[in-house]
């Protein structure tokens, strides 16, 4: 196998890489499950042309290139899927760790976000490759160009066209981290104590509640919007979470945003939450119950037999909302 300077085995190439092979994946199809499918065939194919003698300058720069071309053949079969799925499709979560510097956990956060992956899922799976690659990982159009085997003049009309369609975004960030944290945590508390009022006032007042089941379990049918109609729905949620069996909620950070688990009283999981704050308000509350969605974060909790067995219990009085 040819010598790679700073890996002496495959093992090591495969731990020093694969966290940029993964970001580029999963960035790009919003899916664990196949962002891990992708990189898993790009170090093959990276192993493969190493053992063969290949001249590799940069494994890095090769990995790359293979899983961005794979990403957007993976994901124009995904748009297939995406047109049947049941109810709301959301990115597979993930949790990250919080960092020490406040401007990389930032940018790390933002390329990462649960609304940042659904505005993607509007663009053409070229447009999103070169969106992700330029705006995210700073790539050269020059670069680019040579990883999707097009002209630098033809990535640059991608690259403009895909940020007039992300378009200008507001900051998703609070300034200050400590300020997002204890509003995610006043957003939490008032949901397990069904508090509207709290509830009403942590709200934008175009705020977005999403729910994805996938048709595995139930889940929203659509997307409520409205501060009113969104805080009636959380608090209901919030007030009969006990009966459908959800036993713990606990905090973590999800895609680099507040979020929370639900775990039942055995400690399987349930569903993820996450919310998106920005100018003090909450402005989307994103919510996987798909367990197939969830197999990557630990054992998954039967949802469907909790609310089944929710039903034979009584009902503690849950306004119905609008």
Same mark, same amino acid.
């Given at each position: 196998?040819?010598?790679?300077?700073?890996?002496?085995?495959?093992?090591?190439?495969?731990?020093?890489?694969?966290?940029?092979?993964?970001?580029? %994946?999963?960035?790009?199809?919003?899916?664990?499950?196949?962002?891990?499918?992708?990189?898993?065939? %790009?170090?093959?194919?990276?192993?493969?042309?190493?053992?063969? @003698? =290949?001249?590799?300058?940069?494994?890095?720069?090769?990995?790359?290139?293979?899983?961005?071309?794979?990403?957007?053949?993976?994901?124009?079969?995904? &748009?297939?899927?995406?047109?049947?799925? $049941?109810?709301?499709?959301?990115?597979?979560?993930?949790?990250?760790?919080?960092?020490?510097?406040? *401007?990389?956990?930032?940018?790390?956060?933002?390329?990462?976000?649960?609304?940042?992956?659904?505005?993607?899922?509007?663009?053409?799976?070229?447009?999103?490759?070169?969106?992700?690659?330029?705006? $995210?990982?700073?790539?050269?159009?020059?670069?680019?160009?040579?990883?999707? /085997?097009?002209?630098?003049?033809?990535?640059?009309?991608?690259?403009? &066209?895909?940020?007039?369609?992300?378009?200008? !975004?507001?900051?998703?960030?609070?300034?200050?981290?400590?300020?997002?944290?204890?509003?995610?945590?006043?957003?939490?508390?008032?949901?397990?104590? =069904?508090?509207?009022?709290?509830?009403?006032?942590?709200?934008?007042?175009?705020?977005?509640?999403?729910?994805? =089941?996938? /048709?595995?379990?139930?889940?929203?049918?659509?997307?409520?919007?409205?501060?009113?109609?969104? %805080?009636?729905?959380? !608090?209901?949620? /919030?007030?009969?979470?006990?009966?459908? @069996?959800?036993?713990?909620?606990?905090?973590?950070?999800?895609? /680099?945003?507040? @979020?929370?688990?639900?775990?039942?009283?055995?400690?399987?999981?349930?569903?993820?939450?996450?919310?998106? $704050?920005?100018?003090?308000?909450?402005?989307? $509350?994103?919510?996987? *119950?798909?367990?197939?969605?969830?197999?990557?974060?630990?054992?998954? =909790?039967?949802?469907?037999?909790?609310? &089944?067995?929710?039903?034979?219990?009584?009902?503690?009085?849950?306004?119905?909302?609008?």
């Amino acid at each position: 196998m040819t010598e790679v300077p700073g890996a002496s085995n495959d093992a090591e190439l495969f731990e020093e890489l694969r966290p940029k092979a993964f970001g580029v %994946a999963y960035r790009m199809l919003g899916s664990v499950s196949e962002a891990e499918d992708v990189v898993q065939e %790009a170090f093959l194919r990276l192993y493969r042309e190493l053992d063969g @003698g =290949g001249e590799i300058e940069s494994p890095e720069a090769y990995l790359v290139t293979v899983v961005s071309r794979l990403a957007i053949d993976e994901l124009r079969s995904a &748009r297939a899927r995406r047109e049947t799925y $049941v109810g709301e499709w959301l990115p597979e979560p993930i949790l990250t760790a919080e960092d020490a510097d406040p *401007a990389r956990h930032a940018e790390i956060a933002e390329s990462l976000s649960v609304g940042l992956l659904l505005v993607l899922e509007t663009l053409t799976p070229e447009e999103r490759a070169v969106f992700l690659l330029r705006e $995210v990982f700073d790539y050269p159009h020059e670069r680019i160009a040579e990883i999707l /085997g097009k002209s630098p003049p033809a990535v640059r009309q991608l690259a403009v &066209r895909a940020r007039r369609r992300v378009g200008e !975004r507001e900051p998703r960030f609070e300034t200050s981290r400590q300020q997002r944290d204890r509003l995610a945590d006043r957003f939490f508390e008032a949901f397990e104590e =069904g508090n509207l009022e709290e509830l009403e006032i942590l709200l934008a007042d175009d705020v977005a509640l999403r729910g994805d =089941g996938g /048709g595995k379990v139930p889940a929203l049918a659509r997307v409520v919007q409205g501060r009113v109609r969104v %805080a009636r729905t959380l !608090r209901n949620f /919030g007030r009969a979470a006990e009966r459908f @069996g959800v036993a713990t909620l606990r905090r973590v950070e999800v895609n /680099g945003e507040p @979020g929370a688990i639900a775990l039942d009283s055995e400690g399987n999981l349930i569903a993820v939450t996450v919310i998106n $704050v920005a100018g003090g308000r909450i402005h989307a $509350v994103n919510s996987v *119950a798909n367990p197939e969605k969830l197999r990557h974060l630990g054992t998954v =909790g039967d949802l469907g037999a909790l609310l &089944r067995g929710a039903k034979q219990r009584p009902d503690p009085g849950v306004d119905p909302g609008p």
